[in-house]
């Protein structure tokens, strides 16, 4: 799942990207509003987390009431050293899904984010199967015909997001930008590669994933 961090102090940032990606998300920063806005204009993203009080053209809540004007659909969960009632109603009013103060717990931070993650609008809330395979985001487990498959992580995610747009073809470029945190250490073959690795895991399965050649990849 592919994760926007929208926070001016750096250092906290990265610390949360470090935090994230350790836990398999792919995760994108914006130091401002005017970067944050771009982000969302350009990449899909499964969930923000956006800081009150940011830099550029809008703060936290004029950014939230933007995207929504925009039809930009995403769970957002707000970071702020604000805590007063006052100022949590304003944040949820402006359409935020939940708030957590500073400072806060990474692991309470961790499932805020699986607590939105799991809401319908994602899709990710249940197993996602095809056929005889069934994939359990939340547990992090691949069933085919009943027994386990062994996947690393980013083979799980690529057949996650494959999985989700179920009969949509799927650039290969698109899978880049969302299962690879940073596409300048990929190479050109790395979707190919992965697809491969992941063919072979599926055995009898395998057919599910069909190459569009020219446009990408689609799983049905």
Do not use: C
């Not at 009080?53 to 950014?63: K, N």
């Not at 939940?98 to 609008?121: G, H, N, Q, V």
Request: aromatic fraction near 8%; charged fraction near 30%.
């Amino acid at each position: 799942m592919k994760i926007l961090v929208v926070e001016d102090e750096e250092k906290l940032a990265n610390s949360l990207r470090k935090g994230l990606m350790a836990e398999d998300y792919v995760v994108d920063i914006a130091l401002d509003s005017d970067q944050a806005f771009y982000l969302a204009e350009t990449s899909e993203y499964d969930l923000v987390l956006l800081d009150w009080m940011i830099p550029g053209r809008f703060d936290g809540p004029g950014l939230i009431t933007k995207w929504k004007t925009d039809q930009r659909i995403f769970p957002i969960l707000m970071l702020t050293a604000k805590g007063a009632i006052g100022d949590k109603v304003k944040g949820l009013d402006t359409g935020a899904d939940d708030y957590l103060s500073k400072p806060f717990s990474f692991d309470e931070l961790l499932a805020r984010m699986r607590a939105l993650l799991r809401r319908p609008r994602q899709k990710v809330d249940q197993a996602m199967s095809l056929n005889d395979l069934v994939l359990d985001p939340l547990a992090k487990t691949l069933m085919v015909s009943g027994k386990v498959v062994q996947v690393t992580a980013k083979e799980f995610i690529l057949l996650e997001y494959l999985l989700r747009y179920r009969g949509e073809v799927i650039s290969k470029e698109r899978l880049l930008n969302h299962v690879w945190d940073d596409q300048n250490r990929v190479q050109p073959n790395t979707v190919e590669t992965f697809i491969a690795h992941l063919r072979k895991k599926l055995g009898p399965k395998s057919n599910s994933i069909q190459t569009v050649r020219g446009y990408g990849y689609v799983i049905r």
